[in-house]
């Protein structure tokens, strides 16, 4: 299985930085084992979006799409959960 390259948008980038420490790293961990396996145990295609999948860290969600022909993970957002799905 071929290995995926991430892509970091500068919204995902900039809510990353405003996350405590902490978090930041269990986060990041996430982030690259998605180039490992882009569909893990736990995430969920997101309802009304053509490819965008949600994973969880903790009180946190990841959003991101995946680009299967340029074996590509573009992470969309990083946020709070109760933040995360508004506008």
Known sequence: MASYDLEISRTA???LKRLP?????????A????AIDPRPRGSRKLIGYEDVFRIRVGRYRILYSIATQR??????KVGHRRDIYRP
């Not at 982030?31 to 998605?34: D, E, I, K, S, V």
């Not at 074996?71 to 969309?76: D, K, Q, S």
């Open 71 to 76: 074996l590509i993970i573009i992470i969309l």
């Open 31 to 34: 982030m690259l084992n998605l």
């Open 13 to 15: 980038e900039k809510q």
């Open 21 to 29: 420490r902490a978090e930041q790293q269990r986060i990041v961990r």
